[in-house]
């Protein structure tokens, strides 16, 4: 969805503010890892989308493709990336725009550029264009209205145009803000300031820019100040000007990190309050690829509570264009969103409405990809789980450590630790996996909770979740037939349970699809979002015992009796999933009772 649309859909709404977030891409594998997780993390604060630079002179052009199609098709925010005219010729203009158009991504933030590493003045490439107004032009005319494009404004004029007393003269700003406006005439359709700290200035630039006719949203750029030395060089490399207040502030105080980080945290919270009482409801924070200060801002101003992230699904929703009416997903990836996204990234149709009405049967095939993690990821599996395993009790007793938190990662889980919803039914998953019931997938029962609860709540304020409990874990041969021969004094209990070859046991038909959580909201169909179906089961039954030897038995020597352990399991245990439909009396543990 293009941005602007975001933008103009949120206006309806006189009080909301939106907020995004601006990344760059790191130079390190291990860097690229950590803003994933970071960017993990604070996406699930809603903002409107999140942008990623391109770096100077097009020295990050492949990084920069790679991580917006992660951006926007694993992370699910809405993608906004930069693009710049430096060292490009039209042909790699087009090759990037082509790239993220099959991408699904509508968001493209055109600039000039800055001039290539070690030189001072930026040069037209052979072939390529000259400023951010020919590369808007070049976007309209060869693909319509397909992107939302996004230029740059400047408060205080280009730094090209400010002179060196620090100040551009009246002629080059006013002739800077024709220039603004001739690339909104262009085909711009939002701008994004550059950095400011001078309040005041930012908001004579926007009545400026109204004087001339500029009518698009003009969103203001707050820089967050980490540190002093990067406070400097940033300010100085875009002739920014800082108010006298802030160097006072800030000069006692410079070889303090944390107290310039506290200020800076202050000084943001107070500029956007300004800006905000004046009547502009949106922000852009420039991160530095850091969260906490932008989530203390944002948790300042009111916009963002740690302890109430809301969410439109059980599950992110997608951002790609393709994708973006899926609302329905089997449970069984539940853990792995990832995984999910890449085995079904093909599809022509995704389910709407319900999972019935897809015709998409075909899942891409198992890779290495699957079962890759970030390497803050691995070495934490690799500390958790990669200790000598000496007995089924020793696997069954790392389940229980899981299920009760006392372990934050899992070979079946690409999230961290323990979901809010599993910590309802913690106690009772521990109690099962001593009992050899393996769990990797679970969900209590609700019946009718406010769709707002911080534990269950999806979908927004004003509607009821519903929830049949759900259990999916490993067991043997031996416990199953005695989980069976229980069942039948459990009639609202329905199970598939499948071997690493393909061996089925069920009580239900392949054709049977079970809705197992559902939303009621006001003035909307009723949502079901997460269904049971036996034939993705049996897709996913293959990863799910993949998990054992790839995630798992590979963190030990290859000759390790552990591994032969974990193995053997691999090879002997039957994975089954388990629904009560009665989710308004039932009790999916009481059939464990006496096992």
Known sequence: MKVIDKIRAQADHQNKVVFSFEFFPPKTEDGVDNLFERMDRMVAHNPTFCDITWGA???TADLTLDIANKMQNIICVETMMHLTCTNMPVEKIDHALGTIKSNGIQNVLALRGDPPRGQDKFVQVQGGFACALDLVKHIRSKYGDYFGITVAGYPEAHPDVIESNGVASPEGYQ????????KVDAGADLIITQLFYDTDIFLKFVNDCRQIGIKCPIVPGIMLINNYKGFLRMTGFCKTKIPAEITAALEPIKDNEEAVKSYGIHLGTEMCKKILAHGIKTLHLYTLNMETSA????????????????????????????????????????????????????????????????HNASYGALSDYQFMRPRASDKKLHEEWATPLKSIEDIQEKFKQFCLGKLRSSPWSELDGLQPETKIINEQLGKINLKGFLTINSQPAVNGERSDSPSVGWGGAGGYVYQKAYLEFFCSMEKLNALIENSSSFTSLTYIAVNKGGSLISNVSLGNVNAVTWGVFPAKEIIQPTVVDPSSFMV?????????SRSWANLYPEDDSSKKLLEEVQSSYYLVSLVDNDYVNGDIFAIFADL
């Open 57 to 59: 002179g097009g020295s």
């Open 175 to 182: 002739k800077d803000l024709e220039y603004l406006k001739q």
């Open 295 to 358: 989530l203390a801002i944002l948790t300042n101003l009111g916009l963002i509570e740690e302890s109430k992230i809301s969410r439109s699904l059980p599950w992110r929703r997608p951002t790609n264009v393709f994708r973006v009416k899926e609302d329905v997903r089997p449970i069984f990836w539940a853990n792995r969103p990832t995984s999910y996204i890449t085995r079904t990234i093909g599809w022509e149709q995704y389910p709407r409405g319900r999972w019935g009405d897809s």
């Open 540 to 548: 996913w039954k293959d990863e799910a015992f993949e998990i054992w």
